[in-house]
Nanobody, 126 residues
């Protein structure tokens, strides 16, 4: 059974940091490009970052550039998201997703992804 499970979310003060993890099971992670998305209440799910199969190519949304980084450990079948200098507008449910798509131009699109996790909540508040 294919499964993605996010963890590491929580409540953090503005300026704080969190590290999200996404553990994959039921498939081999290095066969998939991976992405992080987020959805705030009342808003559409939005692209945050993506990483290619080897981990050598990444792309990050302008809204989090310089603060968030994406990485992966294929040996551990795990995707990571380091989030620094968190702001209140980063409050959202964060999802990881996996895709077999190779076209990089499609990877910021939710429809390009085959598998999704259940999400982990990140709340930034003082």
């Amino acid at each position: 059974q294919v499964q993605l499970v996010e963890s590491g979310g929580g409540l953090v003060q503005p300026g704080g940091s969190l590290r999200l993890s996404c553990a994959a099971s039921g498939f081999t992670l290095d066969e998939y490009a991976m992405g992080w998305f987020r959805q705030a209440p009342g808003k559409e799910r939005e692209f945050v970052a993506r990483i290619n199969r080897s981990g050598g190519v990444t792309d990050t949304a302008d809204s989090v550039k310089g603060r968030f980084t994406i990485s992966r450990d294929n040996a551990k079948n795990t995707l990571y998201r380091q989030m620094n200098n968190l702001k209140s507008e980063d409050t959202a449910l964060y999802y990881c997703a996996a895709t077999v798509v190779y076209n990089d131009r499609l990877l910021p699109r939710t429809y390009a992804y085959d598998y999704w996790g259940q999400g982990t909540q990140v709340t930034v508040s003082s």
